[in-house]
């Protein structure tokens, strides 16, 4: 099982961003998959989430309306499109699921939101 985030950069306060998580060893329609981050000197926090089997999605309330969660089965790849970004959403993002009791976690990319 693995699990490769990309699509982090710096961009400017409002700016747009599309993380993505590209799954492998495991399918789409099988497992949940969330994304989290975490800022310098802070815990790690989730912000979206989007569920195996109906695409139910959870939005932390600081990034609904903002965020987007969608995934694309045929190329298990799970998405977080991130629009009007603020300073505060500057941190390590990191995409995770969990299968058979088990974290699995993704390498983390980083987003820099300057003001």
């Known amino acids: 099982v693995q699990l490769q985030a990309s699509g982090g950069g710096l961009v400017q306060s409002g700016g747009s961003l599309r993380l993505s998580c590209a799954a492998s060893?495991?399918?789409?329609?099988?497992?949940?998959i969330g994304w989290f981050r975490q800022a310098p000197g802070k815990e790690r926090e989730g912000v979206s989430e989007i569920s195996c089997c109906d695409s139910t999605t959870y939005y932390k309330e600081s990034v609904r309306g903002r965020f987007t969660i969608s995934k694309d089965n045929a190329k298990n790849t799970v998405y977080l499109d991130m629009n009007n970004l603020k300073p505060e959403d500057t941190a390590v993002y990191y995409c995770?699921?969990?299968?058979?009791?088990?974290?699995?976690w993704g390498q983390g990319t980083l987003v820099t939101v300057s003001s």
């Open positions: 060893g495991f399918t789409l329609d099988q497992f949940t």
């Open positions: 995770k699921s969990r299968i058979g009791g088990r974290d699995y």
